[in-house]
């Protein structure tokens, strides 16, 4: 423990939330690591490379699909991020919206700029300690820290805090989310009669799809091949949670066919992925607490705030100004 460096705080989760408590933090001159048990940052904002064995490659923003910027504490950030080429505007039928560019993963990688992250590393356990806290994995203890930021999906982060926090722990039991089965399709050709680079063609709420769009018809994908994400409703996805991968995959690429009169070719790849806290449906009540009694650990999440990109930005600033 002698050897560990000691930080000022450590943030849970790399996805908006994290990075945007984790900059506000490093602005104000602290100290800050921030770990996350996936492989990329961003969280739901994220982004699937494939590539086959036959050498096709196909990209899936398989997670949010857009972001908005309606609140004025959020703007700022968005527009730095399109003059670095990290947003984009995207016009969708009857909406105007930003995007990341090349791909939705590109925007928590602009937040993420600077900031020291470590991923692969799935903290279950934070202890109380002379010092602060201590961070453990099921290797052992990870990092210490005087503070503590968590912005995990409200289920995990009410186990989390149980030690640390339990006054925070009906904050985060308030909130409930809607899962998301997404199938990922990839094709070598595209449909005949389709004109995958329209993004008039994207299909939402029609039946069991919640949201069905090209790849290609993105703003700045220029990929060669033809990828087609599917997210299925959260009615029907709630429905068929335990449900195996090939059965959602069948049957999500039979809604789209139906819905867009529009028949398939053998793909080159398909895949299914679980969100199981996908969107926001409930949010924890903007009275309940979100700073700990002895002010040294906050919770943050969209979970806190609404179901946008933009409320996860702001619920993680706000986290991060609170135990300053």
């Not at 000691?6 to 996805?15: A, I, K, N, P």
């Not at 895949?271 to 926001?280: L, N, Q, S």
Request: glycine share 8%; net charge negative; with cysteine.
């Amino acid at each position: 423990m002698s050897m560990m460096p000691h930080y000022d705080f450590v943030v849970l989760g790399s996805g908006i939330a994290g990075l945007a408590a984790a900059h506000t933090l490093t602005e104000a001159g602290k100290t800050v690591l921030v770990l996350d048990k996936g492989r990329r940052i961003g969280g739901r904002v994220s982004t699937k490379r494939v590539t086959t064995k036959d050498g096709h490659s196909f990209v899936f923003n398989h997670g949010a699909q857009f972001l908005t910027a309606r609140d004025p504490g959020f703007a700022p950030i968005c527009d730095n991020a399109q003059s670095q080429n990290s947003l984009a505007n995207w016009h969708l039928d009857d909406r105007s919206a930003l995007i990341g560019t090349p791909f939705m993963r590109a925007f928590p990688m602009f937040l993420g700029r600077d900031l020291e992250i470590r991923q692969d590393c799935e903290i279950t356990a934070i202890h109380r300690t002379d010092n602060g806290f201590t961070f453990a994995s099921d290797d052992g203890v990870i990092a210490s820290a005087a503070g503590a930021i968590i912005t995990a999906p409200a289920p995990q982060t009410a186990n989390l805090i149980s030690d640390i926090a339990p006054e925070l722990i009906a904050s985060a039991k308030a909130a409930h989310y809607a899962p998301c089965w997404t199938a990922l399709f990839g094709f070598a050709t595209p449909p005949l009669g389709a004109d995958v680079t329209d993004p008039s063609g994207t299909i939402r709420d029609s039946g069991i799809i919640g949201w069905a769009g090209w790849e290609n018809a993105r703003p700045g994908n220029e990929a060669a091949l033809y990828g087609l994400t599917i997210q299925a409703s959260a009615e029907w996805s709630a429905a068929h949670i335990e449900q195996e991968k090939p059965e959602n995959i069948a049957a999500l690429k039979s809604a789209y066919e139906q819905a867009s009169g529009i028949t398939l070719p053998a793909p080159s790849y398909s895949a299914a992925h679980r969100w199981r806290y996908a969107k926001v449906i409930t949010p924890t009540p903007a009275e309940m607490p979100r700073l700990s009694d002895c002010r040294n650990v906050a919770i943050a999440g969209d979970w806190l705030g609404g179901a946008r990109i933009e409320h996860a930005y702001l619920s993680g600033k706000m986290a991060g100004a609170s135990v300053l």
